[in-house]
């Protein structure tokens, strides 16, 4: 497989302008959307940048160095929970408590990650979905601060169109941070962890560093998502913010998109937030087994996802910034 | 520790020049019950070339392993300039100063040539790239820069993961079957780098099985057997030597 040639080249380089063209007609809509749409359309697109919040969150750790985790969902839980025991217990405004959020889960990040990290691969993956799991388990418990099992009720406040933009915020830093790392060797220094861990290590990347900052900071928005959802959503239940599904859908979109890519989560959640809500308006009853075959067939038939797909035909540049 | 030898005959081997700036002391590495390097002592001078031989399953790789701190010795010291390595993670070590590269090339598949060298490039950022292209131009992959690793022929990637250890200016390099399946062309570049890379006082540990050019590229051969030291000294010597004509190169 030759690199593209020159003709390709031109059209690679329109292709691009169409795909940034694209992304920023989404963004600009996105951006008017609480002051001309209806509540409905709100929701719907905030739920998209939640799950684009939490793709673009998965990515930066399993995305680049290929640390599959199917415990993501546990920093968003924790996000909620850490912004809604602030709000409840500690009459902390919501901005702070979603700073603290965020905070939080970045802590939990490092203080699981130092081990589990050490795991590879499946052991890592399913290692991960053990953490979530005892951390769900551990809030259910924990009944006088959380409320456990009853959940957790916020002072009811109409907060959609703030909680709205301050999700797209986390959203764009997610995408702002991941394209620094993705144009520095820093980037490609994750990538090599993903590629071949051994030969990393030994030509003196310092890996555990490296994938303990990523996870960390994977984290972070993770919590930051789960902050502004609890605020906005007023109700938080250990069975809802820890939802494996959350971890599920992050995965889908982020391969459906592009792993280890800028814009891949963005692109995978525009296009499976979509059809999701195509499907579930249309089939109520097997919106779910749908969305199950359309992941099967992406593992199938875009193993490399969508950026990798425009890649290979030349329609947009072989570029890590893409 | 192995016991079994006469001390006399191990003085005699695995000698440690004064200044060595590679040094192997006592080495020890089991695996279950298998010893695969037993005692093993040497040490090798600045700005030379020297060859680690011995047949399949003799230790080589786990020596290589052990000096470049992939996996930990049970006992013994590496020493790179006279200070310690062993405790030291792999990607210190390389850090340090020693580079090598594998059997089987480990490339960063899906990354381009280039890419799989400014990934491990240290320093300024912005040097990065011309020092990456500067070393694919000196192992003669410049146009192949913009390949991904996966897509390059065998030869390539051993030259690319060549091309890789280069690209931080290592003092020391190990470099593990270099020439294994690789075309008579290639090779000659190999050599020819090697050469040039001695000649800037760079400091050379390599193992293969292509005697010819083992012979003609180093000026000292360490040969190993059942994870021990069998000889230690110049080519024509150590291929005289009736031990390991016995137990390597045959009749």
């Known amino acids: 497989m030759a690199g593209p040639l020159i003709a390709d080249q031109r059209a690679a380089a329109r292709g691009q302008r169409i795909y940034a063209m694209l992304l920023a007609v989404t963004a600009g809509v996105i951006m008017v959307i609480p002051a001309f749409g209806s509540n409905y359309t709100k929701t719907f697109v905030m739920q998209g940048l939640m799950s684009c919040a939490l793709a673009g969150s998965w990515n930066l750790i399993s995305g680049f160095t290929g640390y599959v985790s199917f415990g993501h969902a546990a920093f968003f839980g924790i996000g909620s929970y850490a912004a809604g025991i602030a709000i409840v217990h500690g009459g902390i405004p919501a901005p702070l408590a979603i700073a603290i959020a965020g905070a939080a889960a970045a802590a939990v990040g490092l203080t699981f990650g130092y081990p589990a990290l050490r795991l590879r691969g499946p052991y890592f993956a399913v290692g991960m979905l053990g953490v979530a799991e005892a951390i769900r388990v551990a809030v259910t418990v924990a009944e006088p601060v959380t409320g456990g099992g009853k959940g957790l009720v916020l002072p009811p406040e109409d907060v959609l169109d703030a909680a709205y933009y301050a999700m797209l915020a986390v959203v764009t830093t997610t995408v702002l941070v991941t394209y620094r790392v993705a144009t520095l060797p820093v980037g490609l220094r994750l990538l090599a962890i993903r590629e071949d861990e051994v030969a990393a290590e030994m030509n003196g990347i310092q890996v555990t560093r490296l994938k303990l900052g990523a996870f960390a900071v994977s984290a972070l928005f993770a919590g930051l998502a789960g902050g502004i959802y609890a605020w906005q959503i007023s109700y938080i239940d250990p069975g809802t913010v820890f939802a494996g599904s959350l971890t599920v859908r992050a995965i889908a979109m982020t391969m459906l998109g592009g792993q280890g890519t800028v814009f891949g989560p963005v692109v995978g959640s525009i296009l499976l937030s979509g059809i999701s809500e195509a499907l579930w308006t249309r089939f109520p009853f097997i919106h779910t087994a749908l969305s199950g075959v359309l992941i099967v067939a992406i593992v199938l038939f875009l193993p490399g996802g969508i950026t990798q797909f425009l890649q290979n035909r030349g329609w947009i540049p072989r570029s890590r910034r893409l | ?251």
């Open chain 2, 1 to 251: 520790m192995s016991g079994d030898r006469p001390a006399t005959a191990r003085a005699a081997i695995g000698s440690t020049p004064a200044g060595a700036i590679l040094e192997v002391a006592g080495l020890t590495r089991r695996f279950g019950g298998v010893i695969a390097v037993n005692d093993v002592s040497f040490g090798i001078v600045a700005g030379t070339v020297t060859g680690l031989i011995g047949p399949n399953g003799s230790g080589k790789s786990t020596l290589f392993r052990l000096i470049s701190a992939e996996m930990p010795a049970h006992s013994g010291e590496v020493r790179l300039r006279g200070q310690p390595i062993t405790r030291r993670s792999a990607s210190e070590v390389n850090r340090l100063g020693l580079g090598r590269t594998f059997q089987l090339s480990r490339l960063y598949p899906a990354m381009t040539a280039t890419e799989n060298l400014v990934a491990v490039t240290r320093g300024e950022a912005k040097h990065a790239l011309e020092r990456a292209a500067a070393s694919l131009d000196f192992v003669g992959l410049t146009a192949v820069a913009d390949e991904f690793a996966a897509n390059l022929s065998y030869g390539q990637q051993k030259l690319l993961e060549f091309a890789r250890v280069l690209v931080n200016d290592p003092d020391v390099i190990l470099l593990d079957e270099p020439f294994a399946g690789v075309n008579p062309v290639m090779e000659e570049r190999m050599v020819a780098h090697i050469h040039a890379l001695r000649d800037r006082g760079k400091t050379f540990l390599i193992t293969d099985h292509e005697i010819r050019l083992i012979m003609a590229l180093c000026s000292r051969l360490i040969v190993l057997d059942h994870g021990e030291l069998l000889a230690d000294g110049d080519p024509a010597t150590v291929r005289a030597d009736a031990r390991v004509i016995d137990a390597y190169f045959g009749t």
